[in-house]
């Protein structure tokens, strides 16, 4: 009999009403209960197996992206990986414990027993290296590359832990994420890459075979005592599918049961996502006082935006259409209750509902723009292409400081300042120190994780086509180098400041004609227009079902470009609120800011950082950012009268092709908004602002014309706004 939920296998520390639970999950994740597990019997259920023997294919995406380094950025985008290479993404490796003092490299330093820290930051830095072809962020990775590589263990193990009880299959899967890019990018690693991954999943194969260990937290085991690592089991789905399709050398059966002994451990666990993204299981909102019966590991923000990978990983071995379908669920039931304005999860960590004071973790966002991009490779729709976008655009570059030197642990959609709040009530099991910028503002994750946002974002921003064309997905500026077919060597510039402009203008070589295709996002508009070398004016968009926009490309040299057209939209939301978009960009109230800065503290203790972890030139800073005197914050809208503003000295800079660098900062992105408001009172509840559409609006004085700008470069915003019907107001004055 096979053993399920509920029956042989029971959990009854990880169901439990709120109280008791936030206790049992503080308590976790200080390590001191530790799940048991029950019997789990000897018998497996078999997910999938491949009908023929020999047959492991896998269903392939509608949009497949080139090997990583055949995307380059340009413009504002290479701006902003040069300044991620040069701010602490590429610079942690020299100073920062949970890199620089690594235990995978030979130092002393994790931050748990999870073992992940390094294994997220190569993750995030081969992408980096490659993308952006830097050879100072090439020498880190290769140098830790060769270390784990010389120091794969006799029975394979990759990684430094020697027994049982340490050795988590968990952050291999980041290693090997890693590890699955190296080997695209750089020729000369791929065949020792492989060679190690084979070794590898031969020996977790072994372990999973053998009641699951390395996955499962037997007797004495300590590696993943909360179940971090058991409820992410189909992250080794990508590496290994990479494996089998490209290098399955005789392995392809061993490779197949591993990914599925991956699954069948987490079911038995009890963290299986198909039970989760559903309308019946699926919380709508989570509030003290609502009665659920989950496991915590599905409410907790950053899994969810790994779990969105669950089913489709899944679908892509079984091809079953039911897979597929509930992915395109998942993303649903997460976007109506769940999704931020800016494009992120709201949980803190674990979600509750769309208040926009509660918190937003980073590496949410990191792994939701990872999600989205996936998914929308496997199923195409056009409003998965907008989301990665609207995440790239709006909730990651809000919560890293335009020097790429600090970021947040958690951003709020309305967040009139940012500093160690007098409380941490508001927030689940986050400190009141997490909105700070800074090195480590609260779990160390998001530091090594955040990364791998942008590099990823770009490798993805181009891919082919199963028609065989070749398109420009997310419309950043950049170059692809492509071989369509057996030998149509084809190489595409776009040049653009989108989303800031609205203009792509694209260069192309070619061997051959082919047909290039370019994303129209959902929100532009019919009177877009497309023009190519061969067209005489430019014509209206004719975008097909999945939104993608066909130009006939002859060989040779060639141009075309792509003119979109967008107005402002409003959204609204619960109890008489909106907010407000123009284009790809959240737009939202800008609060500037006075800064002071502070000596990074240790996210747990709080005690300043020995001099030993921090950047010896001493960027590494925490900051705290408060609204400028006589700035107000506390503002409704009355969204009817908009206007767009197109600003002086940025304008001149866009039309020479670049815009300031850095963009993300107030005052530098070339649009703003003027949206028509009034001052109300606007209680504080909690040390921040209070839920808008939970009070009454007074509203104060005369309206004027409010100034709105990218989300992303007001690291103090309001961007959910009570509503209300306004005089006219001069908005160009
Ligand atoms: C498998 O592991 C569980 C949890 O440690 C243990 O209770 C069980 O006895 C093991 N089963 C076998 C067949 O070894
Ligand atoms: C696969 O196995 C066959 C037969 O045992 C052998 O001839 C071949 O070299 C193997 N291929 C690889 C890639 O290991
Ligand atoms: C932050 O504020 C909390 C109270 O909310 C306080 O306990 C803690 O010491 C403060 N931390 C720092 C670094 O100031
Ligand atoms: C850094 O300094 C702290 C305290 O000053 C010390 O405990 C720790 O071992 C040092 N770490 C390294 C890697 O030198
Ligand atoms: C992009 O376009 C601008 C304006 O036409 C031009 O000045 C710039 O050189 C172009 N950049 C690239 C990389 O083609
Ligand atoms: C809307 O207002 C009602 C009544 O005041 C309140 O109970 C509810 O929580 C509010 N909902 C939101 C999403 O603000
Ligand atoms: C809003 O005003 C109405 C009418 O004055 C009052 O009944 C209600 O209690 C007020 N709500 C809040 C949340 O203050």
Partial sequence: MAPGIGDQVSFPVLYANRSSYTLLLGAMLLGRVSVALVALGGSQVVLSEPTDQNDYTLVQPVYKPLDLGSVKPLGWFKDQLE???????????????????????????EYSALDEASPYWFNGLVPLAFGLGDERIRGQVKYYLDYILDHQQEDGWIGFETTQATRGLWARCLLLLGLI??????????????????????????MLKNNYTGLLVHDGDIFDTAGFGVGRTHEMHIPLQWLLERYPRNNSQIIWETMDLMIEGGVLWGADWRTFWTDEAYPKVLYDTTPYDLSWVFIHGVNMAEGLRYTLSLYRNSGDPALKAQTRKAVDLLTSYHRS??????????????????????????????????????????????WAEQTAFNAFPVSVSADWWSHQYVQQENQPWSRNLTTDELWWD????????????????????????YPKFLANSFATTSSGGLAHLFLVPGTAAAQLGDDNAVFVTA??????????????????????????????????????????????????????????????????????????????????????????????????????????I??????????????????????????????????????????????????????????????????????????????????????????????????????FAARFVPYGSSKLHMALLPVLELDEVDLKG
């Fill in 495 to 600: 040049n653009t400041t989108y989303p800031f402009g609205h203009t792509i203008a694209y260069t192309i070589s070619a061997a051959s004609s082919f047909d290039l295709y370019v994303r129209i996002p959902t929100w532009a508009g019919a009177d877009s227009t497309v023009s190519s070398s061969g067209s005489a004016d430019p014509a209206p968009v004719s975008p097909d079902e999945r939104g993608l926009q066909r130009i006939a490309v002859p060989a040779g040299e060639s141009t075309a470009s792509v003119q979109l057209t967008a107005e402002p939209r409003v959204v609204e939301r619960a109890n008489g609120t909106a907010a407000v978009y123009y284009g790809a960009l959240l737009y939202a109230l800008a609060i500037p800011h006075d800064t002071a800065s502070f000596s990074p």
């Fill in 341 to 386: 304005l800016a494009g992120t999860i709201i949980g803190d960590e674990y979600i509750s509902d769309l208040n926009p004071s509660r918190g937003a973790e980073l590496c949410i966002a990191a792994e939701v723009m990872f999600s989205a991009a996936y998914i929308y490779q496997y199923l195409g729709d056009n409003d998965l292409a907008d």
């Fill in 430 to 453: 986050v400190g009141s120190y997490s909105n700070v910028f800074g090195l480590e503002p609260n779990y160390p994750c998001c530091t090594v994780n955040h990364p791998q946002a």
């Fill in 83 to 109: 300044l991620e290479a040069q701010g602490l993404s590429g610079n942690m490796f020299d100073f920062y414990r949970f890199v620089h003092d690594s235990r995978y490299i030979g130092g002393s330093t």
């Fill in 181 to 206: 890019q190296y080997a695209e990018a750089d020729p000369t690693q791929t065949e020792r890459i492989v060679d190690a991954m084979h070794r590898y999943v031969v020996l977790a194969h072994d």
């Fill in 602 to 703: 240790n996210y747990r203790s709080g005690a300043v950082l020995p001099a030993n972890t921090t950047d010896p030139s001493g960027r590494t800073r925490d900051y705290r950012l408060t609204p400028q005197s006589g700035t107000v914050w506390n503002i409704a809208i009355d969204p009817r009268q908009i206007e767009v503003v197109r600003t002086g000295a940025a304008e001149e800079k866009e039309e020479e092709g670049s815009l300031p660098n850095p963009i993300w900062e107030l005052g530098a992105p070339p649009v703003e908004l003027r949206v028509a408001a009034v001052e109300i009172d606007w209680p504080i509840v909690m040390d921040t602002a209070a839920d808008p559409g939970t009070f009454n609006v007074t509203a104060r004085g005369e309206p």
